[in-house]
């Protein structure tokens, strides 16, 4: 029965990455507003009704691993030990993102195609915006309930804050301006060490 559910969970994942790829390739192709739902499942083999078993809109296609980069640093920060230096909590959280980002979205063209878009489509734009402070918050509140003799909510949200908005436009910047995925890496890790020796722990 395990190994069941394990092939099954295969089947599921090849699937996602098959809507995933056919989506940067026409939106790289034919831009983002000429693509409909339903071409993107003709594109990677499936109904429709498959593609919205996997994804809400055409803006969640493209923020795919974003779910799985804010549960990967979410967990990094709820498994710290309490007297663990604050800097070092969110660098390990940090670098959990960043390494998902390079093995995925990075790699694949996703990241570059994603920013590319955002400059010029507003409902993206408006999505990427909403998922981007929902992950704020909810790392905010995980690191303020990790460490509640040391920070309240505010400073919670403003350590978070820091991090994130330099990491995140380290990355953007890099990405408008053409770099190849290890020169993006390298640049958020640049930013989260630049606010990691900010951080103290007071």
């Not at 395990?2 to 026409?26: D, F, P």
Request: proline letters at 2%.
């Amino acid at each position: 029965m395990v190994e069941k559910l394990g092939l099954r969970e295969r089947k599921k994942q090849r699937t996602r990455q098959a809507l995933i790829e056919a989506a940067v390739r026409l939106f790289d192709d034919r831009g983002y507003d000429q693509v409909t739902v339903a071409e993107i499942a003709d594109a990677a083999e499936v109904s429709p009704r498959t593609f919205f078993l996997h994804f809400q809109s055409k803006e969640d296609v493209l923020l795919a691993n974003a779910d799985v980069r804010v549960d990967l640093a979410l967990r990094a920060i709820t498994e710290c030990g309490a007297d663990e230096p604050l800097s070092e909590v969110l660098v390990r959280a940090m670098e959990q993102m960043i390494a998902n980002a390079w093995d995925g979205d990075l790699s694949s063209g996703l990241a570059a195609l994603r920013a590319r878009l955002a400059a010029s489509v507003p409902a993206l734009q408006a999505r990427l915006l909403q998922r981007y402070l929902t992950a704020q918050g909810e790392l905010a509140q995980a690191l303020q309930r990790a460490f509640p003799a040391r920070l309240d909510t505010i400073t919670a949200s403003a350590l978070v804050g820091a991090m994130v908005g330099a990491v995140s436009a380290s990355a953007l910047t890099a990405l408008e301006r053409g770099d190849g995925p290890d020169e993006v890496r390298n640049a958020m890790r640049q930013a989260m060490a630049l606010v990691a020796q900010s951080v103290t722990d007071g």
